[in-house]
């Protein structure tokens, strides 16, 4: 293996694509980040393809941006998936050993076995975490290689995609000029990039909002315990700003990225924004107070949906290293406050562990997934 290995992520969602360019440097954890490309993504729609041209066109540019300002051709990609079609469940396999060592071939088989469930013809497996093993009567093992047993298990979470909205994925990449080392649902791809070893060991919720849809990982004794998609986002958050202030939809996501605020009660009632400064559709007053209420209770709702999820696995209020929020859609002002106190939880907004090189690009909760994927 060459000593300098150059290692490309793509990010691709509903209103952007990124792509990092990294080199990974003999003997180090993470990579030196050389590269960065970024542009608007016209062809998604909720981590879907609608329009395959354009999303080919999308992935170019921020292909050829990344390359020009790395000077490094890119041949293949690591790519984060993400989308209200992504799903997750647990699956449990069992192989006999026959009273022998485990080795490494023996643990690949238990995976397998795992992975022998039904699934809708239309479902198609991303990502398989083991969670813990068991040999005979001992449970809640992490690395059974070198035990001996009769019997050995494996509980796995197993994280799925639409089939079909994969392939289309795959095959707008391949004709933006790259191959794909791997496909990482986005939900994880976050969570590796923000978490510290000791947060996942801890128990921890990582909620990456991004533009359409919204994805929660919970990490519990340093491995994943549940993973959800949700299909609100900020494109949810513009739609009721336009649907509210009967604006379009593009000056209503100018107004909410500039005046936007989850705390209505830090707004003067009397302040308005002329949109005929910022547009030229729209030309009437309309009150900032009631914006914020507007985007306040649509937060508040996908940190309920959070909240019902943790719920459901007997986990609300009970992870003591908290929720860390990604995605370009937790730097709405006020996010945090809200967040906790919906959740009931410690709540801090991620970055991207242990980077180096040009930092200033992407040091930013928006660029979690690509950093890592």
Known sequence: MAKDQVIASLDIGSSKIRTVVGVLEEGKKSPHIIGVGVSPSTGM?????????????????????????????????????????????????????????????????????????????????????????????????????GMTGIRLEVEAHIVTGQAQIVSNLEKCIHQAGVDIDDMIPTALASAEAVLTKRQKELGVVVIDVGAGSTSIVVFEEGTALHTAFLPVGGESVTNDVAIGLRTSIDTAEKIKIEYGTTIPEDVNERETIDLSLISKIDSQKVSKKQMADIIQAR????????????????????????????????KMPGTVDLARDVLGLPVQIGFPNEISGVVDKIDDPAYATAEFA
Request: no cysteine; charged share 25%; hydrophobic share 40%.
């Open 299 to 330: 937060y508040h709702e996908i940190f309920v949906m959070v909240k019902d999820e943790l719920r459901s696995i007997n986990r609300d209020g009970m992870l003591p290293a908290g929720a860390i929020l990604t995605g370009a859609g937790v």
């Open 45 to 145: 729609r909720k981590g879907a393809v609608i329009d395959v041209e354009e999303t080919i066109l999308n992935l170019t540019t921020a292909l050829e941006d990344a390359e020009r300002m790395s000077g490094t051709p890119l041949h293949h990609v690591f790519v984060g998936v993400g989308g209200s079609h992504i799903e997750a469940f647990n699956s449990k396999g069992v192989i006999a050993i026959g009273g022998n060592e485990i080795y490494e071939d023996d643990v690949n088989r238990v995976i397998e076995a795992a992975q022998a469930v039904s699934m809708p013809p239309n479902r198609r497996i991303l990502r398989i975490i083991p969670k813990a093993y068991a040999v005979d009567d001992q449970q809640g093992i992490k690395h059974p290689v």
